[in-house]
């Protein structure tokens, strides 16, 4: 399928590995031109020449932190004009709810929550003025239910969830697509953090950490950042414009819900 976005500027945050990563792989098979954020020059580096090598498109590596208004600055001045805008940042640690402080909310609500709802801020008046744009979020399984250990990770794109669902419906006249994309445990960095605290926690060995996870995903293992990525260049193809404001799960069937 033609998505229609040969030649789109699109600004993806916190993209040299994981989720961001695969999001920008779908947009540059799709013919995007990327402006691609994380805080490692090194990896950054890599898989900004590995996608334009691959795809043919033009990648702009941006180092910048992504929570702070410097690193938006750099990220935004160096995209220009942006039709596609996905947003992303590393997720809080996990811990117990009576733990957490002030500061943990803050980091957490800075990036999770502050950060993206900034880029959108930036980019939002531009794609309407030029009637076309896409924005995707990448939040959490959490939103719909939530993980006990993850409360900072919780709350924070909880108040993400909100600001998206009014603000979705006030830009959609202009051609503005804005969604939010949930992803449930995939194969990334992060999935290997979490799963390497529990074996250090518990005694018990990678693989035996990794089976008792899948044995609660219908589909029996983790998602990919393929697949993950082909569902965030669908949303910003020209082919969706009707979907404004969802919230849309990519776990396997994990989150036993029925709508
Ligand atoms: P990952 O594999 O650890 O990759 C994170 C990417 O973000 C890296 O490229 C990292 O590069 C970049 N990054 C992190 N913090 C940044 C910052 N402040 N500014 C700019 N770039 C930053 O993580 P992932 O698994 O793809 O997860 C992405 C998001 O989805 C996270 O918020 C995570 O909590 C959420 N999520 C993931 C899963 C899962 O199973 N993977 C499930 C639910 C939710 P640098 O470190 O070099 O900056």
Redesign the pocket.
Known sequence: MDLGIKGRRAIV??????????CAEALAEAGAEIVL?????D??AA?ANDIEARFGVTVIPV??????PE?RAAVLDAAGDVDILVN?????PPGVWSDWTREDFIKALD??ML?PIAMMQACLPGMMARGWGRVVN?????VRAPIAQ?GL?NSARAGLTGFVAGTARQVAHAGVCINNL?????????????DGAVVRAEGITLDEARARRFANIPVGR??T?AE?GAMCAFLCSTHAGFIVGQNILLDGGATNITI
Do not use: E
């Not at 945050?13 to 695969?22: D, H, I, N, P, V």
């Not at 990448?138 to 959490?142: M, N, R, V």
């Open positions: 945050c916190a993209g040299s590995k994981g989720l961001g990563r695969g954020n994380a805080r490692g020059v990896a950054l898989t180092a910048a932190d992504i929570t702070t690193g992303n940042a590393g997720g809080p990036a999770n950060a990448i939040t959490s399984q959490s993850l990770s949930l992803p449930g445990l995939h194969a990334t960095d992060r999935a290997d953090a979490l983790y998602g950042r993950f």
